[in-house]
């Protein structure tokens, strides 16, 4: 292959990710917010996007400069960028050392202050180790300014006040030094003792005050000026507050049962219970796992969940608006078929989106979706899902309608078991449905009449094991990913020849390579051929294809490990790649793809749990691209035609094309 490796992010469908707790209110009426690698300007006046612009792959961080239309933008890996978004440009972007936070405070025009972190890779324990320290960017000349190291300690929040950086530490202390005097490590350090339990939460609420939440419901207000604890308030235990906003000397949150709270704190001090004592100022329902939460114009209390935006005006104390993505909870698998991408989520919606002119279509099956596949001569696209139902869409007309299931095979298989999810689907021949479950069946249907054909037991469950590695491996041992395939045409099976080959890769860490055998679509058999247990842990997905000068079987695992092996001398292993060490932080392969539209191409996708994605050279054995699309695991991915489809539990999907 050409070694000039290029990629090009096409599109990303979804208008909110979990993560996005950024929000950033322009010119009154504009609020802009990061959405996976955009930025969004969004008009609350009439609930409208202005703009939509793609910075880089995941954003972590936005800040608006004081005085000025530049917003700093900060992302996964360590780069920086100033976006004008009045002239709609990108003024500075520069890549800095490993970012860790960024803080939302200036010292002045010329200046702002970023913290970062190294890490030490323990090989052995694969854990990290984080050492903290602060940095001064200058503007002007794109440099950084004056490095202060810190303690090794578990680091909370930090304000920035009168030139001083105040940093607030899990055992209750306060290290504050001045940002000014970085290189003479000039710092002193403040014990608050009155805290008694650790802090949760900071907020600055007035030019030289700030509000303390610790885990425990406790509030406290820290002078910065004094360095002293001037009030206390305490709340019931069982409150649950995940965030807070001061506005107009009064505290805004959500409480645990989803209402929307005020109090004046100068009218509770040392007060029990105080959430009871309180006004309810809007009773809502389903409001979750709040992020970030403020007011705008005096009209909107703005509140951020795991799942949308929510605008509940403060006049009606009614939700007004909800900004939420079209996939709304967790989007799990995808597919291709002509120019459109089809995905579902575990709520059972489903997204047809043109890939050209990026119009969608939203239905609702009202079944969380676990697998998809297309049977491309016929248009049609078959959703498995959690329950253990088959629905087939087509495609030239949108219409949907479920497979028929016998109540003989409903009977034999489905009353005998609690769960019925179905793991995997594939079509072959235009004549077979074979689909997997999480017993460790293999099922085969004929799909002209949906009749039932044969099924046998590839993976067993090990009574004896209950390690926690392996999940619930001592009841079950559940397929995770299975491929069909001729023994000597592997990119599409075309021809009924009466004998086809089925791989299957599952929590019990093997892979097995079974020979399946009919006579006139009937009379089936299955013979184990191979089993391979080369992966310490679960094998998460396998992929077959015709590179390296052969036929190959590619699998990945929750070990963090590929490994390919030779089809043609008895499956010999070709070689093993281990990611470790690689991606900082817990993460294991969840998906990969080759592209079997095109036999030349020797990159490898691979999708990750913790939202990573790398296209690997299995021929060089490089790393061509490796980045955070997703803030969240990847659920779902599709290579076809130089075009990367990946969907993720953050309810987004991407697009890709590899030139």
């Known amino acids: 292959m050409n070694n000039s490796f290029k990629i090009e992010h096409i599109y990303s469908l979804g208008n909110y990710t979990i993560n996005d707790y950024n929000l950033l209110i322009i010119k009154n009426s504009i609020l802009i917010y990061p959405c996976q690698g955009y930025l969004i300007l969004f008009n609350i006046n009439n609930f409208k ?260 935006i929510y605008f509940i005006n403060l006049k009606t104390n009614k939700i007004e608006f909800i900004l939420e993505n079209y996939l709304k909870h967790s989007a799990t698998q995808n597919n291709i078929i002509d120019n459109f991408i089809y995905a579902g989520d575990l709520k059972g919606n489903i997204i047809k989106l043109n890939i050209q002119n990026k119009i969608s279509k939203l239905f609702d099956i009202k079944e969380g979706i676990r697998a998809i596949n297309v049977n491309e001569s016929k248009n049609t696209i078959y959703f498995a899902t959690f329950k253990g139902n088959i629905f087939i869409l087509d495609s030239s007309n949108d219409n949907i309608k479920k497979f028929d299931f016998s109540q003989e095979f409903l009977n034999n298989f489905y009353q005998k078991n609690t769960e019925y999810t179905i793991t995997c689907i594939q079509i072959i021949y235009q004549k077979f449905l074979i689909f997997s479950n999480i017993y460790g069946y293999i099922f085969i249907f004929d799909i002209s009449n949906d009749k039932f054909l044969y099924s046998f037991k590839a993976h067993y469950e090990q009574v004896e094991n209950k390690d926690l590695n392996f999940g619930s491996l001592h009841l079950r041992s559940e397929i995770w990913t299975f491929k069909v395939y001729e023994k000597s045409i592997l990119n599409n099976i075309k021809e009924d020849n009466g004998n086809f080959y089925i791989a299957t890769g599952s929590e019990d860490q093997t892979i097995k390579i079974f020979d399946i055998s009919y006579k006139n679509s009937k009379e089936f058999t299955n013979k184990l051929i191979k089993s391979i247990k080369n992966h310490k842990l679960a094998v998460t997905c396998i992929d077959i294809g015709k590179r390296l000068n052969t036929e190959i079987l590619i699998s990945c695992s929750d070990d963090k490990t590929i490994n390919i092996y030779n089809i043609l001398k008895d499956y010999e292993l070709i070689y093993n790649y281990s990611f470790l060490n690689k991606i900082h932080g817990f993460f294991t392969l969840t998906y990969l793809s080759l592209d079997n539209y095109n036999e030349n191409n020797n990159l490898l996708c691979i999708g990750c749990q913790n939202g990573f994605m790398i296209i690997f050279d299995i021929l060089t054995k490089e790393i061509k691209f490796l980045e955070k699309t997703h803030y969240g695991g990847i659920e779902g991915l599709t290579f076809k035609n130089n075009i990367i489809i990946t969907t993720g539990n953050d309810n987004m999907i991407n697009a890709f094309k590899i030139f």
């Open 49 to 308: 996007e202005i703009l939509r612009k793609f910075i880089c792959n995941s954003i972590i961080k936005v800040i608006k400069l004081y005085d000025s239309n530049s917003i700093l933008i900060i992302d996964e890996t360590s780069n920086i960028f100033l976006y004008n978004f009045e002239d709609d440009k990108i003024i500075l972007h520069q890549k800095i050392y490993n970012i860790f936070n960024c803080y939302d405070a200036f010292i002045d025009k010329n200046y702002f202050v970023i913290s970062h972190h190294s890490i030490i890779l323990n090989k052995e324990l694969d854990l990290d180790y984080s050492f903290d320290f602060f940095s001064l960017f200058n503007i002007q000349n794109n440099k950084i300014n004056l490095i202060f190291t810190k303690d090794k300690k578990q680091n909370n929040s930090n304000i920035i006040y009168d030139d001083k950086i105040f940093s607030f530490y899990s055992d209750n202390k306060i290290i504050k030094c001045d940002v000014f005097n970085f290189e003479n490590n000039l710092l002193s350090e403040i014990n608050l003792k009155e805290i008694e339990n650790s802090i949760k939460l900071i907020k600055i609420i007035k030019q030289d005050e700030i509000l303390i939440l610790t885990k425990k419901m406790k509030m406290f207000i820290f002078n910065l000026k004094l360095l002293t604890i001037s009030k206390i308030f305490n709340f019931n235990e069982n409150s649950e507050i995940h965030n807070f906003y001061y506005y107009n000397n009064e505290i805004y949150f959500i409480n645990c049962l989803s209402n929307l709270v005020k109090f004046n704190p100068d009218k509770y001090i040392n007060k029990e219970n105080l959430i009871k004592d309180n006004e309810i100022v809007s009773d809502n329902e389903n409001i979750e796992l709040l992020n970030w939460n403020f007011i705008v114009n005096d009209k909107y209390f703005i509140v951020t969940y795991s799942k949308g």
